[in-house]
């Protein structure tokens, strides 16, 4: 597996609270990513970034912000949890816009 | 617009029978394909990337612009094969962000 590993792996929380998930790579890769994974939906791009302080929304971007303030992390947060993020989160990450990409183990989700 | 379609939700065979897992795709231009396997609860693993017109774990897959599909093949399945696949298209931009279809699980009975 490329190294990129993900926190928690488990989280269960309440609506309204705040949540951040960290994304961490060890591989130096540029580009890094964040779906959502869903039944009848696959997964979604949620934002990525494509350089540390470079980040740009994906297709279902609201409630999520995100920040990559070096290479090898990137952070999701939830503003204030809801029931429709109850998810699983994957990160992913590649060496350029061209190159394969490359997923973490995902983050389960629970918003009650 | 750009999307990937797997119209099959759940695909069961017996061991040994061939395997057609459908994708299709709507783009403009060249459209750069993948197929991802993911194992029970774990994370997605890269099958197969047009591009590279390789042959991983027996898995095939041709894109045919005609029809815009890229359907994975395998003569004969394996119940090692039972997994979520989900086709994913590269979208247009320099962002490499993929789309994804919404996967279809493959049941290989014994």
């Known amino acids: 597996d490329a190294g990129i590993t993900q926190s928690p792996r488990h989280k269960v929380t309440e609506t309204g609270t705040p949540v951040t998930l960290r994304c961490h790579q060890t591989?130096?890769?540029?580009?890094m990513y964040w779906y959502r994974q869903d039944p009848g939906h696959g997964l979604r791009l949620i934002h990525y970034s494509y350089g540390v302080k470079d980040t740009d929304k994906g297709e279902v971007s609201d409630g999520y912000s995100v920040s990559r303030s070096k290479t090898e992390d990137f952070l999701l947060t939830l503003e204030s949890a809801t029931s429709s993020q109850t998810s699983v989160y994957f990160c992913a990450i590649s060496g350029g816009a061209g190159d394969t990409q490359y997923f973490g183990p995902g983050t389960r989700l629970t918003v009650l | 617009a750009q999307r990937v379609t797997q119209p099959e939700k759940l695909l069961s065979v017996f061991k040994g029978a061939p395997v057609e897992l459908k994708c299709n795709y709507s783009?403009?231009?060249?459209?750069?394909l993948f197929w991802y396997v993911q194992y029970s609860r774990q994370r997605l693993q890269l099958l197969l990337r047009?591009?590279s017109r390789e042959s991983i774990k027996g898995f095939t897959a041709d894109l045919n612009k005609g029809e815009t599909s890229f359907h994975l093949k395998k003569p004969f399945a394996q119940e090692e094969d039972s997994a979520m696949y989900y086709c994913?298209?590269?979208?247009?931009?320099?962002?490499?962000?993929?789309?994804f279809g919404q996967g279809t699980t493959l049941q290989v009975k014994p």
């Open positions: 591989e130096n890769h540029r580009y």
């Open positions: 783009y403009s231009g060249s459209p750069e």
């Open positions: 047009h591009i």
């Open positions: 994913a298209l590269k979208g247009s931009g320099n962002t490499g962000k993929l789309i």
